[in-house]
Nanobody
Framework: QVQLVESGGGLVQPGGSLRLSCAAS????????MGWYRQTPGKQRELVAR???????TYVDSVKGRFTVSRDNAKKTVYLQMNSLKPEDTAVYYC?????????????WGQGTQVTVSS
């Protein structure tokens, strides 16, 4: 079985920081590209940050310079360090695991964790 479990969300004031974690099980973690997505009601889910199996990182422009994605393959965990948080960062954040292998594109999703940025 495959499981992605996010944690670390919560309520934080503008300018504050949170670190999200996503612990994976049931996959060969090191071969997967790992991503963080976020979604607000009525909006499409958007990619926030991605870190590939080769540790290449990508960020949406709105978080560049504030968020840092990293991974610990030994712990099968991906992190999203979020600094200088803004109210517009409020969303449900989802962890994603993706791999293209054996001629198929495989995606797994976590259940999401709520991040609320408010005074």
């Amino acid at each position: 079985q495959v499981q992605l479990v996010e944690s670390g969300g919560g309520l934080v004031q503008p300018g504050g920081s949170l670190r999200l974690s996503c612990a994976a099980s049931g996959i060969t973690f090191s071969i997967y590209d790992m991503g963080w997505y976020r979604q607000t009601p009525g909006k499409q889910r958007e990619l926030v940050a991605r870190i590939t199996s080769g540790v290449t990182t990508t960020y949406v422009d709105s978080v560049k310079g504030r968020f840092t994605v990293s991974r610990d393959n030994a712990k099968k965990t991906v992190y999203l360090q979020m600094n200088s948080l803004k109210p517009e960062d409020t969303a449900v954040y989802y962890c994603n695991a993706n791999a293209m292998a054996w001629g198929v594109n495989t995606n797994y999703w976590g259940q999401g964790t709520q991040v609320t940025v408010s005074s």
